[in-house]
């Protein structure tokens, strides 16, 4: 017996360090309800969704880097 399943991969684009968690948890919602319009069993995301994995801006305050 076999079993199909759809998996969506989704790309979301850059997170910035102006843009709340809230806006970035927003569009992975709206991933995952185009992904669910489009009949997706499974949707990943990339590692560390939620924040950037390295800084993409200069990092200069220690407390920045501290939290």
């Known amino acids: 017996m076999s079993r199909s ?3 969506a991969a989704a790309q979301m684009g850059p997170v910035t360090a102006a843009e709340p968690r809230t806006a970035v ?3 992975l ?3 995952l ?6 009949h997706a069993d ?3 995301f990339p590692e560390a969704a939620l924040t950037p994995f390295f800084p993409h801006w ?3 305050d220690d407390a920045e880097l501290d939290a």
Do not use: F, K, P, Q
Not at 33 to 38: F, H, M, N, Q, V
């Open 5 to 7: 399943v759809l998996v």
């Open 25 to 27: 948890v927003a569009r």
């Open 29 to 31: 919602i709206e991933l």
């Open 33 to 38: 309800r185009e992904s669910t319009a489009r």
């Open 42 to 44: 499974l949707v990943v």
């Open 58 to 60: 200069l990092v200069s």
